[in-house]
């Protein structure tokens, strides 16, 4: 059965830290890129981030550069972001997608 779980969301402060994983199962999760994205309440999907299989290529959207950080451990079957510097702005659920399939998504609020 194939499975993306995210876990680590929750209340932060702006200026705060949070780290979301996501662990994978029933697929060969070290072929395949992985993505973060996010949706904004009343706004639509945003990729945030990917990471390439084997990682050697990343990326992040213009609105995340610099604070976020998307890295994967494929001994372990798991993808991670790091979320540094959080900004109300930054209040989604955010989801984790692999191969095709998607996870059940996090919530993460940023507010003082």
């Known amino acids: 059965q194939v499975q993306l779980l995210e876990s680590g969301g929750g209340l932060v402060r702006p200026g705060g830290t949070l780290t979301l994983s996501c662990a994978a199962s029933?697929?060969?999760?070290?072929?395949?890129?992985m993505n973060w994205v996010r949706q904004s309440p009343g706004k639509g999907l945003e990729l945030v981030a990917f990471?390439?299989?084997?990682?050697?290529?990343?990326d992040y959207a213009d609105s995340v550069k610099g604070r976020f950080t998307i890295y994967r451990d494929d001994a372990k079957n798991e993808g991670y972001l790091q979320m540094d510097d959080l900004k109300p702005g930054d209040t989604a659920v955010y989801y984790c997608?692999?191969?095709?399939?998607w996870g059940q998504g996090t919530q993460v609020t940023v507010s003082s």
């Open positions: 997608t692999s191969g095709g399939h």
């Open positions: 029933g697929f060969t999760f070290n072929t395949t890129w």
């Open positions: 990471i390439s299989s084997g990682g050697g290529r990343r």
